[in-house]
């Protein structure tokens, strides 16, 4: 009589911790799936929150221009770069973060919370971001 009993509870509590399971498992799969819908109907959201989100780590340390968002760049192969002046202490991961109107290039390590360089850009005919031209010496 005692193992009939005890089976029971056995049957009762597995089949309520797998009630819990399953409606766990459920909710679950409906709150990624009601993300994933959102990212499809709005792919720029992520790309615009994680530039903000930099604009005012890096806002924190320098005052930035406020009349554009800049675009963001990820230095992902350092060794291309190190010909640069401006990458020449670029780390794999550093930020870029550029701005066209102001003409300012800004390299940023989210890894120390520290600008790295700074430096104008000048814009030329086929609109690729080049450092700006030292200022020539004038001869006398």
Do not use: C
């Not at 720029?44 to 968002?69: F, N, Q, R």
Request: glycine letters at 2%.
């Amino acid at each position: 009589m005692k193992l009939k009993i005890k089976s029971k509870v056995t049957k009762t509590v597995l089949i309520v911790v797998a009630a819990v399971v399953l409606v766990a498992a459920l909710a679950g799969a409906g709150y990624f799936y009601k993300k994933y819908n959102d990212l499809k109907k709005s792919p720029d959201t992520i790309a615009k929150e994680e530039t903000d989100k930099l604009v005012a780590s890096v806002g924190k340390l320098m005052a930035l221009p406020t009349d554009e968002t800049p675009s963001i760049a990820t230095v992902t192969d350092k060794e291309k770069l190190k010909d640069q002046p401006f990458f020449a202490k670029a780390e794999n991961n550093d930020k870029v973060l550029i701005y066209t109107k102001a003409k300012k290039a800004i390299l940023y390590r989210p890894s120390t919370n520290k600008i790295v360089e700074v430096m104008p850009i000048a814009f030329n005919d086929t609109t690729a971001a080049t450092p700006a031209p030292a200022t020539p010496e004038v001869k006398k």
